[in-house]
């Protein structure tokens, strides 16, 4: 089976950094996906790990650690269109398992 | 612009009355999948197809069917819904394999309602 967490409700400042985290217990592992959805929306994809480190694309970047079973997110450079719920996802085989997410509220 | 469709994006029925939700795509994936968001959840799968191939958890309720009659419509059945099927469903496709990012492309989502 698997286990996902992820922290229920963060909040920041727009502007500002925000590393929202992610844990997990899986008997089998492929990989990681963070996805972004805004409410009532469909989640759209922001990025992948399979191996340990950090992967850069613009503002986001996603770390993992498959020894820990631990990944984080992280948002630099925060805006207000950034409030959405943040999904963490564990692929097993071609299967993901999503987390419940992480309400992330940017205020001004 | 290649893409996952969902109709209809808001659907009402009644107790025990039979829905059709409907997903297709201009994608070519192999893989469609079908999930039951409730809010502030998860999103739940409750079956897959890859290729004609039907996948269904073990946790998904006799009362949810699915059929794919080609490779861009699958079609997600509820036989008699009740009160705790009111959710969002989430359309999903992916290239099938496990050898590479291959993320999932999510349709808009369906909001059922149950009264």
Redesign the interface.
Known sequence: GQNIDQPTEMTATEGAIVQINCTYQTSGFNGLFWYQQHAGEAPTFLSYNVLDGLEEKGRFSSFLSRSKGYSYLLLKELQMKDSASYLCAVKRSYIPTFGRGTSLIVHP | DAMVIQNPRYQVTQFGKPVTLSCSQTLNHN?MYWYQQKS????K?LF?Y?DKDFNNEADTPDNFQSRRPNTSFCFLDIRSPGLGDAA?Y?CAT?R???GS?????????T?LTVT
């Open positions: 893989v502030s959840q998860a999103p799968l897959h890859y969002m989430l992916s099938g394999g496990q990012t291959y993320e999932q492309y999510f349709g808009p989502g909001r």
